[in-house]
């Protein structure tokens, strides 16, 4: 199994000790584990290596946490790449980021396809360069009858973003005639949101301290659970992301009502 998931060419990374995969309780297990991969910049400063070295760094760990949510049987796992709000970067950063979102496209694509991925992008694509834009869609198309993990990608992604243009979709269908304002319902806006078709989100992951969304999920992350680490991301193992999703198995989920035991 840790073959699989950590691959012939990184052998280093074959922890021998696996007992720490025991504690999973396979009836407690998240359905969908969306992850803010947070902390690359930091993580880098405390190299003393450039910002881009982090993100170079993130795509490693992205590669294993990966394969672990796969082997473990997650049904989905979203990540958040890049926001609406990361336009605000320098220049040399932004470029350098979508020229690694392209090259980790154009190299993992292959074996992730093998691996049964099936791949989705949330965000305005349309705002990506063309070429990236004609990436995503071959790479959505390439495993788009794969049956394993929905491996979701939140690239130019905001939950506001997403939010407003479920909002214009629903206007226009009420414009047309096709709906009434009054039949507008929790379904009709998740059919509208880009993770449409994906099981709730469960457990909500960032990692590298900070505790907030960042306007990631706003609607999926009602109800969801959420777990942070002060760990950066590039510092962010298979264990750890194991740890978070036992604790997650021991959380009382009450979704507003009180629990199997009849309590608060
Ligand atoms: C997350 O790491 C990656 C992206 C936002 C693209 P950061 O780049 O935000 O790293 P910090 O938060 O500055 O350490
Ligand atoms: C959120 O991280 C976005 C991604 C991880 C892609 P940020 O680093 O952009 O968030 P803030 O600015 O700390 O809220
Ligand atoms: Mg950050």
């Given at each position: 199994m840790w073959k699989k998931i950590f691959g012939n060419k990184d052998p280093e990374k074959v922890p021998s000790d696996t007992s720490w995969m025991d504690g999973i309780d396979r009836a407690r297990?998240?359905?969908?584990?969306?992850?803010?991969?947070?902390?690359?910049?930091?993580?880098?400063?405390?190299?003393?290596?450039?910002?881009?070295?982090?993100?170079?760094?993130?795509?490693?760990?992205?590669?294993?946490?990966?394969?672990?949510?796969?082997?473990?049987?997650?049904?989905?796992?979203?990540?958040?790449?890049?926001s609406t709000e990361n336009w605000k970067r320098p220049h040399a950063e932004v470029d350098f980021l979508m020229k690694l979102f392209a090259e980790y496209l154009d190299k993992e694509l292959q074996e992730m396809n093998e691996e049964n991925v099936r791949i989705h992008f949330l965000g305005r694509i349309d705002g990506l360069s063309g070429n990236l834009q004609k990436q995503v869609r071959e790479a959505e198309e390439l495993m788009k009858a794969n049956t394993g993990i929905r491996f979701n990608i939140a690239a130019n992604y905001g939950g506001q973003d997403e939010l407003v243009r479920a909002a214009q979709s629903i206007a226009r269908r009420v414009l047309r005639g096709e709906l009434s304002p009054e039949a507008i319902d929790e379904s009709?806006?998740?059919?509208?949101?880009?993770?449409?078709?994906?099981?709730?989100v469960d457990l909500v992951i960032r990692t590298s301290g900070d505790m907030r969304l960042s306007n990631f999920l706003l609607w999926q992350a009602a109800y969801a659970e959420f777990w942070f680490t002060e760990t950066n991301w590039p510092d962010f193992t298979p264990e750890e992301f194991v740890k978070a999703l036992v604790e997650f198995g021991h959380r009382d989920r009450r979704f507003g009502g009180l629990n199997d035991a009849g309590e608060r």
């Open positions: 297990l998240p359905r969908h584990v969306a992850v803010i991969m947070d902390g690359n910049g930091r993580w880098a400063k405390g190299q003393g290596l450039m910002r881009t070295a982090g993100h170079t760094a993130g795509v490693k760990t992205l590669k294993r946490i990966l394969k672990t949510a796969s082997d473990i049987g997650i049904e989905a796992l979203t990540v958040y790449a890049f009709t806006v998740e059919d509208c949101l880009d993770t449409c078709g994906c099981p709730p």
